[in-house]
């Protein structure tokens, strides 16, 4: 069974920079796409951006400029690098499997990063 | 970017009734559409993908319909298990959500 678990930091400050790690266990991270989605509190899901295996990303225009997914293979690990961030960034932050052609059909239980100084 | 419009926004409906809910492309995506359900303080679950496959270990009452800009999620007998918010995802071109559907008890 596939088990996503996001972890990172539960509180961020104006203008610092986000790090959040996605493990991957009881599966293979290779041939899937892996993707970041957000929620601010009681408001819709965000698309923040994905990464393929291999390593190839494509991000949400309006957050590329800040936005970095990286992959570790070896750790089955996705990571998430948000830059620059404010009181707009306090989301729930999901990592999710996506594989070719379908939906997102494994979710982490999301965690919540609140930017507050 | 392609804009995804869900309409609508809340609906009130009772239990065995057949709901409806219509998402909206900016432009075509062909069949690239997802379906999910989110209930409050979890994941969203995926229902549907590719506009009309079910996700294994949904309810045939669930259904999606449709291709290029139109596309909509059916519930052919409202149950209770089903109030929740529904959202539909485009993965054709830089990925997005559409704003949700609040399913409520009438």
Same mark, same amino acid.
């Given at each position: ?11 961020? &400050? ?15 991270? =290779? ?22 295996? !291999?390593?190839?990303? =494509?991000?949400?225009?309006?957050? &590329?400029? #800040? ?7 070896? &750790? =089955? ?19 999710? #499997?996506?594989?070719?052609? !379908? ?12 930017? !507050?100084? | ?14 239990? $065995? ?24 303080? *979890?994941?969203? *679950?995926? @229902? ?15 259904? /999606?319909?449709?291709? $290029?800009?139109?596309?909509? @999620? ?23 959500? $559409?704003? /949700?559907?609040?399913?409520?008890? *009438?």
């Amino acid at each position: 069974q596939v088990q996503l678990q996001e972890s990172g930091p539960g509180l961020v &400050k104006p203008s610092e920079t986000l790090s959040l790690i996605c493990t991957v266990s009881g599966g293979s991270i =290779n041939y899937y796409y892996w993707s970041w989605i957000r929620q601010p509190p009681g408001k819709g899901l965000e698309w923040i951006g994905y990464i393929y295996y !291999s390593g190839g990303t =494509n991000y949400n225009a309006s957050l &590329k400029s #800040r936005v970095t997914i990286s992959v570790d293979t070896s &750790k =089955n690990q996705i990571s998430l690098e948000l830059t620059s961030m404010t009181a707009a960034d306090t989301a729930v932050y999901y990592c999710t #499997r996506h594989p070719y052609g !379908s939906g997102s059909d494994h979710w982490g239980q999301g965690t919540l990063v609140t930017v !507050s100084s | 970017d392609i804009q995804m419009t869900q309409s609508p926004s809340t609906l009130s409906a009772s239990v $065995g009734d057949r709901v409806t809910i219509t998402c909206r492309a900016s432009q075509s995506i062909s069949s690239w559409l997802a379906w999910y359900q989110q209930k409050p303080g *979890k994941s969203p *679950k995926l @229902l549907i993908y590719k506009a009309s496959t079910l996700q294994s270990g949904v309810p045939s009452r669930f259904s /999606g319909s449709g291709s $290029g800009t139109e596309f909509t @999620l059916t519930i052919s007998s409202l149950q209770p298990d089903d109030f929740a918010t529904y959202y539909c995802q485009q993965y054709s071109s830089s990925w997005g959500f $559409g704003q /949700g559907t609040k399913v409520e008890i *009438k």
